[in-house]
């Protein structure tokens, strides 16, 4: 068996430490407690086709559209439209757009 110096103690010590109080970058992080992009979106894809609850479905379609570019909620329509209904035989506006 052999012995340990007192200065082999103190530098396993101080590297132990030091990955205590430095855990490591936040993709690490995430790997080791399965949160990897890969791992989320599969459980967020499981959520969207077999959850109970449609809200639960709902919310889970809609992340996926957002990730993916096709959902934000600051968009604007890029296109308008605007219906001008001329008729002769009514002078002023047109009594189809009023309400009865």
Request: hydrophobic fraction near 40%; aromatic fraction near 4%.
């Amino acid at each position: 068996m052999s012995l340990l110096s007192p200065a082999q103690i103190h530098k396993v010590l101080r590297e132990q430490t030091a990955q205590k109080n430095d855990p490591g970058s936040l993709a690490d992080l995430l790997e080791k407690n399965n949160l990897s992009a890969d791992e989320v979106l599969m459980n967020l894809g499981s959520e969207m086709r077999s959850a109970e609850q449609a809200s639960v479905r709902v919310k889970a379609a809609e992340i996926a559209l957002k990730l993916n570019g096709l959902l934000s909620g600051d968009e604007k329509p890029d296109f308008h439209v605007t219906i001008v209904i001329s008729d002769s035989e009514y002078s002023g506006q047109n009594p189809i757009l009023f309400p009865r």
